[in-house]
């Protein structure tokens, strides 16, 4: 069975599981609580120890959803790494003071989310808490104020962002240690590589995250749009011996800022897939071959 290895995403940063399990969907697989216990497992003895969540996932069930799952073995929060994330305010029943959907990165709003997100978890601390998204009234000194606040109450180990700039993610940075920047990066999504978040952690040794690596599933439909793309991975494939998934995962591990790419699927015949990306690369070609198609037309 292939073992998924583990990195380290900045020299003082956390030590995650090269493929990251995201939690995002888990309240649409409609598990049973020792189902999603089972999954879990599963995972850790694929090595993919670590699961991403957001406070507003599911809007804001999938974190109690895992929490209730793993009190059934509460043993099992020693073999994981928790990644949470917090900074927007949904329009939710659950959460009945909200009337606008808007981002909140003030002290108090990262304080309670982060409060309400290890009730739900059913742990004491998290390993890595990331900012959603940007917040136009963000405080980079506040932010980073109530970061060292969470980390000396024990209550975060490492932080990070998501869906930052590169500009952004120095601000910040510069302020207090960030261990990533989670971005969209797919062959459906390129726009990291071209607007300098990939150079400027690479630059800094910081690996970015990557959610919806697979285009939220777009790679795998009949769509006249994407033919082209899917013919050409399709084609490496075969060439590679290896499953279609498999060699998106590895083209996306293949960029030298160290891509850590989250799973997006409760199968764990996908998380599977993923995991077998990090034993083999593309040659140069494939990869560029996958640009390509991808781009619709040929490097400049």
Same mark, same amino acid.
């Given at each position: 069975?292939?073992?998924?290895?583990?990195?380290?995403?900045?020299?003082?940063?956390?030590?995650?599981?090269?493929?990251?399990?995201?939690?995002?969907?888990?309240?649409?697989?409609?598990?049973?609580?020792?189902?999603?216990?089972?999954?879990?497992?599963?995972?850790?003895?694929?090595?993919? #120890? !670590?699961?991403? @969540?957001?406070?507003?996932?599911?809007?804001? *069930?999938?974190?109690? %959803?895992?929490?209730?799952? $793993?009190? =059934?073995?509460?043993?099992?929060?020693?073999?994981?790494?928790?990644?949470?994330?917090?900074?927007?305010?949904?329009?939710?029943?659950?959460?009945?003071?909200?009337?606008?959907?808007?981002?909140? #990165? !003030?002290?108090? @709003?990262?304080?309670?989310?982060?409060?309400? *997100?290890?009730?739900? %978890?059913?742990?004491?601390? $998290?390993? =890595?808490?990331?900012?959603?998204?940007?917040?136009?009234?963000?405080?980079?000194?506040?932010?980073?104020?109530?970061?060292?606040?969470?980390?000396?109450?024990?209550?975060?180990?490492?932080?990070?962002? !998501?869906?930052?700039?590169?500009?952004?993610?120095?601000?910040?940075?510069?302020?207090?240690?960030?261990?990533?920047?989670?971005?969209?990066?797919?062959?459906?999504?390129?726009?990291?590589?071209?607007?300098?978040?990939?150079?400027?952690?690479?630059?800094?040794?910081?690996?970015?995250?990557?959610?919806?690596?697979?285009?939220?599933?777009?790679?795998?439909?009949?769509?006249?749009?994407?033919?082209?793309?899917?013919?050409?991975?399709?084609?490496?494939?075969?060439?590679?011996?290896?499953?279609?998934?498999?060699?998106?995962?590895?083209?996306?591990?293949?960029?030298?800022?160290?891509?850590?790419?989250?799973?997006?699927?409760?199968?764990?015949?996908?998380?599977?897939?993923?995991?077998?990306?990090?034993?083999?690369?593309?040659?140069?070609?494939?990869?560029?071959?996958?640009?390509?198609?991808?781009?619709?037309?040929?490097?400049?």
């Amino acid at each position: 069975m292939t073992s998924c290895p583990a990195v380290r995403t900045a020299e003082n940063g956390p030590a995650l599981s090269r493929i990251v399990a995201g939690m995002w969907r888990m309240a649409e697989w409609k598990m049973a609580p020792r189902e999603r216990l089972a999954l879990i497992e599963r995972c850790i003895e694929l090595g993919v #120890t !670590s699961f991403d @969540h957001a406070d507003i996932y599911g809007h804001y *069930s999938v974190e109690e %959803l895992f929490g209730e799952a $793993l009190a =059934l073995r509460p043993a099992v929060r020693e073999q994981i790494q928790l990644i949470s994330k917090c900074g927007i305010q949904l329009v939710s029943p659950a959460r009945p003071a909200h009337t606008i959907k808007q981002y909140d #990165t !003030s002290a108090a @709003h990262i304080t309670a989310s982060v409060d309400n *997100s290890l009730k739900a %978890l059913h742990t004491d601390f $998290l390993d =890595l808490l990331l900012i959603h998204r940007p917040d136009p009234l963000m405080d980079f000194d506040e932010i980073a104020e109530t970061f060292e606040g969470l980390r000396a109450a024990g209550k975060v180990k490492h932080f990070g962002v !998501s869906n930052f700039s590169r500009h952004q993610f120095e601000c910040l940075h510069r302020r207090i240690p960030l261990v990533t920047n989670q971005v969209e990066f797919s062959p459906l999504h390129t726009a990291p590589l071209y607007d300098e978040t990939f150079d400027g952690l690479q630059d800094l040794r910081v690996a970015p995250m990557i959610w919806s690596p697979l285009a939220g599933g777009r790679l795998f439909r009949d769509d006249p749009a994407t033919e082209a793309l899917r013919a050409t991975i399709a084609r490496i494939a075969a060439e590679l011996e290896q499953p279609f998934g498999s060699v998106v995962f590895a083209w996306i591990m293949q960029l030298p800022s160290a891509p850590i790419p989250l799973t997006g699927s409760g199968r764990i015949e996908a998380i599977e897939e993923a995991v077998r990306a990090t034993r083999f690369k593309l040659s140069r070609s494939q990869w560029f071959e996958i640009l390509v198609a991808a781009q619709g037309h040929e490097v400049p």
